[in-house]
T-cell receptor, first 112, second 114 residues
Framework: DQQVKQNSPSLSVQEGRISILNCDYT??????FLWYKKYPAEGPTFLIS?????DKNEDGRFTVFLNKSAKHLSLHIVPSQPGDSAVYFC???????????FGSGTKLNVKP | DAGVIQSPRHEVTEMGQEVTLRCKPI?????LFWYRQTMMRGLELLIY????????DSGMPEDRFSAKMPNASFSTLKIQPSEPRDSAVYFC????????????FGPGTRLTVL
């Protein structure tokens, strides 16, 4: 039973436009949400996080939005660049167990 | 810092053989995690350690899987006997400790069981 879901396996965006990656979760006890970026043949690397007490966190071109009532978060990349092409994983932490649950990933392709 | 080191990077073995995956976490990190990535289920947490002690192994799929962390700088994930459905990429990750959200992943071990 997956507690974190990424329903879009892939996304294609033109360079310079906005990329929006979505993630849904089921457990209301998650206290932190994270996005990781993964290039082929490499491990995932941390991108950005948001606490459950916030609804937005911004870091340069990357912004994560959290909608707790809908149990939904999204990652916005503006403007998108070809180097952003990678697989993006959404993750959530259950603090009391220090366990992390990952989604299945969304492959982003940014076309030049 | 060299980051999280995993070995081997690739492993091809035959069904029934024992497989041992190795991980060296980042020095000073107190938490270590083993994940498995498959197309169907994405990244699944198998087990994690805190200060070398296994805290949660509920993600370990079967008794064929076992993990150890004999000291702060080394961990192993063993599969015995291996089966074709174990084929996946296995990642090791470490973090500073409980409460830290950022994990640092190794490059992974791609396991193929024929």
């Amino acid at each position: 039973d997956q507690q974190v879901k990424q329903n879009s396996p892939s996304l294609s965006v033109q360079e310079g436009r906005i990329s929006i990656l979505n993630c849904d979760y089921t457990n209301s006890m998650f206290d932190y949400f994270l996005w990781y970026k993964k290039y082929p043949a490499e491990g995932p690397t941390f991108l950005i996080s948001i606490s459950s007490i916030k609804d937005k966190n911004e870091d340069g071109r990357f912004t994560v939005f959290l909608n707790k009532s809908a149990k939904h978060l999204s990652l916005h990349i503006v403007p998108s660049q070809p180097g952003d092409s990678a697989v993006y994983f959404c993750a959530a932490r259950a603090y009391n167990f220090n366990k992390f649950y990952f989604g299945s990933g969304t492959k982003l392709n940014v076309k030049p | 810092d060299a980051g999280v080191i995993q070995s081997p990077r690739h492993e091809v073995t035959e069904m029934g053989q024992e497989v041992t995956l190795r991980c060296k976490p980042i020095s000073g990190h107190n938490s270590l995690f083993w994940y498995r990535q498959t197309m169907m289920r994405g990244l699944e947490l198998l087990i994690y350690f805190n200060n070398n002690v296994p805290i949660d192994d509920s993600g370990m799929p079967e008794d064929r899987f076992s993990a150890k962390m004999p000291n702060a700088s080394f961990s192993t994930l063993k599969i015995q006997p291996s089966e074709p459905r174990d084929s996946a990429v296995y990642f090791c990750a470490s973090s500073l400790g409980t409460g830290e959200v950022e994990q640092f992943f190794g490059p992974g071990t791609r396991l193929t069981v024929l």
